[in-house]
């Protein structure tokens, strides 16, 4: 039997045919041989296409047919506009689709955040635009070889209209907030993101965040969150997550759940509980993660939070003060009234590895720990640590995490997959977080065909239908025919991620194919210079 779409049982000319692949179809439901029919970019028909012709056709016997991969968490779309071969990284991995917009989004802009952006011209941006609705226009006048969504940041709306301090906002500027996110929603950015670690997303209390949610849900929209605390205090920021979502009406999804610092390991339990817990009481709730035990973060996140209050270029100004470096090293050896990520690497620079720096004089520094940095300084650890945060542009990965929490998050449900970095281009770049380049396929490697912690199946389903789903791309996800034909093809047995901490800037290997609306953009593991991506918007 054949199943069609839209052009009855007659014979027809179709674009492409993939024939005797072993399709995972993104539901979760087991493998099984058959045909896909594409014409037009959609999947027009699957079953037996033996009798039907078609332009071309691939071969895909021994091979898994999935869906495009989602990454939930793909950081920026502007690298794409500044390098159009910062794709690649994300296509090797089998990512069709990223959403951006978590700590920052593209929009909204004003004067005085347009010329503190983190693209400045000199990286090929130039930032000429106020709203996504002009963005969008730009990225699509360009051209992208993969399908980008967008957030709209909480932290962004709060900065164009009370800018860097910690302070909340009056009637006045809560209504001029709210109509920001609503101008983001009307212009298709599917929802409201919030990073609750990094000034001044970290000063909005949650009451603020529920009005902007409620604005976001009035569009259809979701909200989604880095939490307020990944460690000691993970239970409460979960807490806060489901308290927004449930005042505001309108789902939740936590960004790259994790229980930080050693202590806090076995929250990931009680956290997964808690979200399941929610589940069960009608609350939509789901999460994702990236499978690495190194996080990455600003190394000025080191620092206690408050100190930013007054803006980050007046505080890091003071840096030099060897007084001020006295007291805010006790501060961090003393306390854990914040996300104190000194102690959750347990107390040792050793553990923070830094992975891109600001400076070019600073490159020697990448890949080597604090620790080793102060070495090849001959100074005090201490200050080689300050010296590196008051220069800026210092980027680290502390061992934070462990083996079995992932192992633990992956077996539940309801969370999905995400990188949690931009596109990169290895040519280009001084350095990277692997998971830029091998976290969907060392899923597949390493948890599903080397440790056997999930099916192959499940693994499929959390990086298709299940983000396709949280994320309202009800034509993505799956392989049904008059869906839209985003697929990848690939030998289980080969599928492999390459870079290391070590070596970051290493494609993954292993996706023969990866077909965008029905075009390969990888064909037979050959990288093709089309641009078939498209912003997809929020309707």
């Known amino acids: ?108 802009q004003n004067e005085r955040t347009m010329r503190g952006f983190i693209y400045e011209e000199d990286r090929g941006i130039r930032i000429d635009w106020r709203t996504f609705g002009e963005y969008f226009l730009k990225l699509e006048q360009a051209g992208i070889s993969l399908n980008v ?32 996110v609503a101008q983001a929603m009307r212009d298709g950015a599917v929802g409201l993101s919030s990073a609750l670690i990094y000034p001044p997303g970290s000063y909005a209390k949650t009451g603020e965040l529920i009005e902007l949610a409620r604005e976001a849900a009035h569009y259809g929209g979701i909200y989604m969150t880095h939490l307020r605390n990944e460690s000691s205090q993970l239970l409460a920021a979960i807490d806060e997550a489901i308290l927004i979502s449930k005042e505001a009406g309108i789902p939740a999804h936590i960004f790259h759940l ?45 620092l206690p939070p408050r100190h930013y209050a007054r803006g980050a270029e007046a505080f890091l100004a003071t840096l030099s003060d060897p007084k001020i470096r006295k007291d ?107 998971r830029a380049f091998g976290t969907f396929p060392r899923v597949l490697a390493k948890y599903v065909r080397d440790e056997k912690v999930i099916p192959l199946e499940d693994a499929i389903r959390k990086m298709t239908s299940l983000p396709a789903n949280r994320l309202r791309l009800w034509n993505r996800g799956r392989i049904n025919p008059g869906l839209v034909a985003d697929l990848v093809i690939f030998d289980p047995s080969k599928v492999q991620d390459l870079a290391t901490f070590e070596k970051p800037l290493v494609q993954s290997v292993g996706m023969d194919y990866v077909i965008i609306s029905g075009r390969p953009v990888i064909d037979a593991t050959k990288l093709i210079d089309i641009r078939p991506g498209e912003v997809i918007r929020l309707r």
């Open 1 to 108: 039997m054949i199943l069609l779409a839209g052009l009855g049982r007659a014979q027809q000319s179709l674009d492409l045919i993939i024939k005797h692949g072993r399709i995972v179809d993104g539901s979760g439901n087991p493998w099984f041989i058959a045909d896909i029919g594409i014409r037009n970019g959609l999947i027009t028909a699957v079953g037996d296409l033996a009798g039907s012709g078609a332009t071309r056709i691939i071969d895909a016997t021994g091979r898994v047919v999935a869906p495009g991969f989602i990454d939930m968490m793909g950081a920026s779309s502007l690298a794409l506009l500044a390098d159009p071969a910062t794709a690649e990284s994300k296509l090797r991995q089998g990512i069709t689709t990223i959403l951006v917009g978590e700590v920052e989004s593209v929009a909204p």
């Open 149 to 180: 969504v967008h957030n709209v940041s909480a932290g962004q709306v709060r900065r164009v209209v009370l800018g860097d301090e910690d302070v909340a906002p009056n009637s006045g500027q809560m209504a001029q907030m709210k109509e920001l």
């Open 258 to 302: 994790k229980a930080a610092g050693q202590a806090n390991w076995p929250l990931m339990t009680q956290a997964l509980k808690k979200i399941q817990d929610a589940r069960d009481q009608g609350v939509d709730i789901t999460a994702d993660i990236y499978p690495y035990i190194r996080n990455r973060l600003v190394l000025g996140s080191f």
């Open 328 to 434: 805010l090293r006790r501060q961090i050896e003393m306390t854990s009234d914040w996300e104190n990520w000194y102690w959750h690497v347990g107390k040792d620079w050793a553990n923070v590895l830094i992975t891109s720096v600001g400076r070019k004089e600073d490159l020697q520094f990448v890949g080597k720990s604090v620790q080793e940095v102060a070495r090849m300084r001959n100074v005090d650890v201490w200050d080689a640590f300050f010296d590196l945060v008051k220069v800026g542009g210092v980027n680290v990965a502390p061992k934070s995490m462990n083996e079995e929490q992932k192992r633990e998050a992956l077996r539940a449900p309801f969370v999905a997959i995400d990188c949690d970095d931009a596109p990169t281009n290895p040519a280009t770049a001084a350095s990277a977080h692997p």
